[in-house]
């Protein structure tokens, strides 16, 4: 049985479910090293910023016990030897040939002509649609590519094989879990990127919770619509420093650092502010929108 779970079983079987904020804190960190669980703890560090009701210990408990819990080496792997020459190691001339293509270009200008939620959500905050529309061109290709990894088992897998990042892990994990309890939903059946990432927009749990906007006024924050998706981009842009109304989109412009934010990668930051000028250039342009 996983560690964590007969670390709950064994609070449990000691006094029925105590309070988690301190009983089960302590029987979970020498139940694991270096204190990895402490997220999943109920009351966390941070508590104030996350939304929802207590999860119940039993509640926890169960998820670890399910049989589809497992580890993921592949997870382990792309996160303890990245491969070279990727991401920020990459030249940024090589990343913008991959990245800032016609075929993203073309599908960017498609995607503003027939989802008025890029502008309804730039609107609302008061930026600029063209962000948007890269951020989710870069992000998943418009929604083509949103990932088939467990993201469960995605965190299980950084919690406990990727040393470096394994309170990180845990402390997703516990978005997850609680995100998926408020809602009533299978957490077991999230599915996302190799690193966590779920939705249009590839948010992890944690900005899930916190700038997770619900765009379509029906109760949930599913970032697999695109009103949804739309509303808590352009939510979280806003909220990490996009000023309202700027039309800077220079390089480390204040633009520039809100969708740096987003992702903390120079390239990435600068591939959005390419993409968004050809997108909305070819918006406006007589050129034909390919399908």
Do not use: C
């Not at 293509?101 to 008025?116: D, K, M, T, V, W």
């Not at 997850?176 to 939903?185: F, Q």
């Not at 599915?191 to 006024?217: C, E, H, K, N, T």
């Amino acid at each position: 049985m996983d560690p964590l779970a007969l670390a709950f079983s064994a609070a449990l079987a000691a006094g029925g479910a105590p309070p988690a904020s301190r009983s089960l804190k302590g029987v979970v960190q020498e139940a694991l090293p270096a204190g990895a669980y402490t997220y999943l703890l109920i009351k966390t560090p941070d508590g104030a910023k996350w939304a929802g009701t207590e999860v119940p210990a039993s509640y926890i408990e169960a998820l670890f016990a399910d049989p589809r819990v497992a580890v993921d080496q592949r997870v382990a792997d792309r996160f303890n030897n990245p491969p070279p020459g990727q991401g920020e190691a990459m030249p940024w001339e090589e990343y913008r040939r991959r990245i800032v293509s016609e075929e993203r270009i073309a599908a960017g200008a498609r995607f503003l002509g027939e989802q008025p939620s890029a502008a309804a959500a730039a609107a609302r905050h008061q930026m600029d649609r063209g962000i948007l529309a890269a951020i989710a061109g870069i992000e998943t290709f418009y929604g083509r590519n949103t990932g088939s990894y467990s993201v469960f088992n995605v965190y299980y897998t950084i919690a406990h094989r990727v040393p470096k990042r394994q309170e990180w892990g845990a402390k997703e994990l516990a978005a997850l879990v609680r995100i998926h309890y408020n809602d009533g939903t299978d957490p077991h059946l999230a599915r996302g990127s190799w690193a966590g990432a779920m939705g249009f927009v590839q948010f992890i749990p944690s900005s899930l919770l916190s700038y997770g906007v619900d765009g379509d006024g029906d109760g949930d924050r599913d970032l697999y619509t695109w009103p949804d998706a739309m509303y808590s981009a352009a939510n979280y842009l806003r909220r990490n420093g996009y000023p309202a109304g700027a039309t800077d989109f220079s390089h480390k412009g204040p633009i520039y650092w809100s969708i740096y934010a987003y992702n903390h990668s120079d390239n990435y930051a600068r591939a959005v502010l390419e993409l968004r000028a050809a997108i909305l250039a070819r918006v406006t342009s007589k050129r034909p929108v390919a399908r």
